[in-house]
């Protein structure tokens, strides 16, 4: 069974599933305002280690993600589904703007604010501008793709979407541990074909 170690924390996962299923099924910090549908790009990840035991990277990615954002590692965790039997570390976008925001606000020995505020100041612009760069042109191929009911309305399991979302909130703030649940209809993207080659 793979294994993902994503925000330092050991995770067991299925060949097939997203990242962004296996992030929600242990109330991983990660966005996912979309469900999954490729739009929002909040369950972006950094792969730092096995990026070969994921999919290729997705034409959806493409659309969303600049070339040097991938090169970085970068990916969707919507898109990015486990294929290989191997370690994958990484870590959320949303974790790491956390964890600089942290070191910002509760500087670690040896660090000022000043010194903390440049990386995280940097990671967000750059988020963003690169984000950017790429509008018009992402919304209008994305549009396309699912076509407008689906555009305006991406969620398509609100119960699901809302448990997930209560249980990472949870997490959260209480500061606990992994809570694990089922698969629960969960896609599966190798057999599935939701992704786009």
């Given at each position: ?24 099924r242990h109330a991983a910090h990660i966005g996912f305002y979309c469900d999954g549908n490729g739009l929002c790009t909040m369950c972006e990840c950094r792969v730092i280690e096995g990026a070969d035991q994921l999919s290729p990277v997705t034409d959806i990615e493409r659309n ?134």
């Amino acid at each position: 069974m793979p294994q993902v170690e994503m925000n330092d924390e050991m995770m067991e996962a299925k060949l097939g599933e997203p990242l962004l299923s296996v992030a929600r099924r242990h109330a991983a910090h990660i966005g996912f305002y979309c469900d999954g549908n490729g739009l929002c790009t909040m369950c972006e990840c950094r792969v730092i280690e096995g990026a070969d035991q994921l999919s290729p990277v997705t034409d959806i990615e493409r659309n969303w993600l600049p070339q040097q954002r991938l090169d970085e590692g970068y990916r969707l965790g919507c898109q990015a589904a486990l294929r290989g039997r191997g370690t994958i570390r990484t870590i959320t976008r949303a974790e790491e703007l956390r964890r600089q925001l942290q070191a910002v606000l509760n500087p670690p020995e040896g660090t000022t604010p000043n010194d903390n505020v440049r990386p995280f100041v940097r990671n967000m612009v750059a988020v963003n501008w690169q984000h950017i760069g790429t509008w018009p042109f992402n919304w209008l191929r994305t549009l396309q793709r699912l076509g407008l009911a689906r555009f305006v309305w991406p969620i398509n399991n609100p119960d699901l979407f809302m448990r997930d979302t209560m249980r990472i909130t949870a997490r959260m703030l209480n500061g606990g541990t992994t809570i694990t649940v089922e698969a629960e209809a969960r896609p599966n993207l190798l057999t599935d074909g939701a992704a786009e080659k």
